[in-house]
């Protein structure tokens, strides 16, 4: 571990933090829409291996403690770093369209884990956690869009972790 690549992770946690505070309160329901999802595949760009994937998930555990979702932080750290882990595999591997289209598959795997956490630990009922599942949805749909967009500006910059 060099210092170069630790201040990036806590850069990255603080970045994926700040992302998510930046809320979208959903009507009607429990939850919100945030670009948090775009700051977890940024971070597995920015950072890579074991320190991309812990800063994506403190990142946005973090914020679900500041923003008063303290059931949901661990859960959220799970699911958001196995979607960096995710998110980095993808990104090793794919070019292009490929890349927009594995980010998109990650946030479809972070709407399903939350389907589930909501499911069994929040309202006990899966009709009832299938309401969120659109603004999940939504909110996969624009992160992994954003996401693509600032990797994409990062690599050109040079600022990801190769």
Do not use: H
């Not at 990036?8 to 809320?23: Q, S």
């Not at 699911?79 to 980010?103: E, M, N, S």
């Not at 972070?110 to 949805?137: M, Q």
């Amino acid at each position: 571990m060099n210092t170069s690549r630790l201040v990036r992770a806590a850069l990255m946690t603080a970045i994926v933090l700040a992302l998510t505070l930046i809320v979208l309160p959903i009507p009607m329901s429990q939850g919100y829409i945030n670009l948090g999802d775009a700051g977890v595949y940024a971070a597995a760009a920015a950072v890579g291996g074991v320190w991309g994937v812990a800063a994506a998930a403190l990142g946005s555990a973090l914020a679900d403690v500041i923003l008063a979702y303290t059931l949901y932080a661990p859960a959220t750290f799970l699911i958001k770093g196995l979607a960096a882990l995710f998110a980095l595999l993808i990104l090793r591997r794919a070019k292009g369209g490929w890349r927009l289209l594995g980010l998109l598959g990650c946030g479809v795997f972070i709407a399903g884990g939350y389907l589930v956490f909501e499911s069994v630990f929040v309202s006990g009922s899966l009709a009832a956690a299938l309401v969120n599942l659109p603004f999940n949805l939504v909110q996969a749909a624009v992160g992994a869009s954003l996401g693509y967009v600032l990797i994409t500006f990062m690599e050109k910059l040079r600022l990801d972790a190769k």
